[in-house]
């Protein structure tokens, strides 16, 4: 068929050179001349009916696209009058990350929001913000690195081993894990049952599953890390069982879904800007996907899947280390920020489902038990939530950042930053100067500020570490 006979049957022209190449790749494939004809006439109708064909899917779901995006162009964007409402801890929070969660809140999407107290600017959402939405999931309010998450295990080896095993513990770190962009394991050296899910969620997750296998138990860039350090519960962690103020040894991971989460964010993210080009260049980054269209729900089950995959990530880390060193371990925890939960809460008076986005927040509903590290030189601690309404069971995930990476990199130089860690009794292994303990907020301070979200039920001092080297840009 020619151009203008495609067209007419509903099949764009920036898209009939590919109906044409997908016909004739159908046709050499098996398929009935007439049969792929007469798809080809059916489809401009109803792309939907062929998004799972073996042989039209891909085209299928290039039109159904084509088509939103021309109906989103004839459409017109009515912003709230007035923003959700939200709030706010901590009176210290820089100009910027407010504006960007007032923003947030005048999407017509939006029905209620929350702003941590470790708050900096991100991309869209603020990181260390939270913001709820009726129906419609914003992949830039999850972030670039899906479910990033921390995680603690505690071992039965003296705390004393930190200097007794020291070379050993130092060489688990440098040996059992990767740090920096693209950093993987060759050959699958890690194994765990998440890579015999279904990876076919997504064209990304599906094109990038050889990539997720070799990455698995790597981590990454920027602000992650795996550390060994002194842990010491107080008197109200029963639940840890554990005995309250002796002193153990314990490991603390940071990372996330690597490569393929980056993958899935810009995919969808891309699909979401073009989906709503009534955004100016301060919202686009905040353009969502409906939770009942077909991208919406692609992308959530890619989500969901990052989820677990990160997850992965950390337990393969761990039990490395764990093995190397011939320990047990005692307990663990983790929890995850970077995600997107639906849950019910309180809008307008009435109870009703949202989804709740967490960029850079820590889950913390009634009981639930969550990790907030501080620097490389500060203080983690474990934490009960209190279940806040007004932050819909949410807290800080971190420190918050003070200082931008590149003013970081042009302020600093480590020989006025050793005797820092000297006096927290760190030896830094690897780590570029942005991660510096200066860059951070107090912990101390973004813990008081958050004190009718969470209870600290234990502390983490960190004392061996390391990140990524030098020159490794970012990843969350």
């Known amino acids: 068929m020619k151009a203008r006979q495609l067209e007419q049957l509903g099949i764009p ?116 913000g939270v913001l709820a939405t009726h129906n419609a999931v914003i992949p830039y309010a999850v972030g670039v690195d899906i479910a990033c998450r921390v995680k603690l295990t505690v071992l039965d080896m003296p705390a004393k081993s930190l ?68 842990f010491k519960p107080g008197d109200d962690a029963g639940e840890l069982g554990l005995e309250a103020e002796r002193e153990y040894l314990a490991i603390l991971s940071h990372s996330g879904s690597r490569g393929t989460g980056a993958a899935v964010c810009s995919h969808y993210s891309q699909i979401a800007m073009t989906l709503h080009p009534e955004l100016n260049k301060e919202t686009r980054h905040l353009a969502w996907l409906d939770m009942d269209s077909h991208e919406g729900q692609e992308y959530w089950q890619a989500m969901q899947l990052m989820g677990r995959y990160a997850s992965a990530n950390h337990a393969c880390i761990h039990n490395a280390i764990v093995k190397r060193l011939g320990a047990q371990a005692i307990t663990t925890i983790e929890n995850h920020h970077n995600f997107a939960w639906q849950e019910q809460h309180k809008v307008d008076g009435e109870l009703k489902e949202v989804v709740v986005h967490r960029k850079g927040a820590t889950p913390a509903g009634k009981d639930v038990l969550g990790i907030i590290p501080g620097s490389m030189a500060s203080a983690c601690y474990v934490v009960r939530g209190k279940g806040s309404v007004d932050a819909m069971d949410s807290a800080a995930h971190g420190a918050g950042r003070v200082m931008s990476r590149t003013k970081a990199r042009n302020t600093y130089r480590w020989h006025s930053i050793r005797p820092m860690l000297e006096k927290a009794g760190v030896t830094l292994l690897s780590a570029g100067i942005d991660e510096a303990p200066v860059v951070y907020k107090n912990i101390d301070e973004v813990m008081s500020r958050q004190q009718d979200l969470v209870k600290p039920i234990a502390r983490f001092d960190p004392k061996l570490v390391k990140m990524a080297p030098a020159g490794e840009k970012p990843e969350d």
């Open 13 to 128: 022209k920036q898209l009939a050179q590919m109906a044409k190449w997908t016909a004739q790749a159908a046709r050499k494939a098996g398929v009935d001349r007439e049969v792929a004809q007469q798809t080809l006439r059916d489809i401009g109708q109803n792309p939907d009916k062929y998004r799972d064909d073996e042989h039209f899917g891909e085209l299928a779901a290039q039109i159904a696209l084509h088509q939103k995006v021309e109906a989103a162009a004839k459409a017109s964007y009515v912003p709230r009058e007035k923003p959700a409402p939200y709030k706010q801890w901590g009176d210290d929070l820089d100009t910027k990350s407010v504006e960007q969660m007032h923003a947030a809140c005048h999407l017509n999407v939006a029905a209620r929001g929350a702003l941590m107290p470790d708050a900096h600017v991100g991309y869209g959402l603020p990181i260390g």
């Open 163 to 230: 200097e007794s095993h020291r070379d050993r513990l130092i060489k688990s770190l440098e040996e059992e894990t990767r740090f920096g962009i693209g950093a993987e394991f060759k050959g699958r050296l890690r194994e765990h049952e998440v890579m015999d899910e279904d990876w076919g969620v997504s064209p990304i997750t599906k094109n990038n599953r050889e990539k997720a296998a070799n990455q698995l138990g790597t981590s990454g860039s920027g602000n992650h890390f795996v550390e060994f350090g002194m």
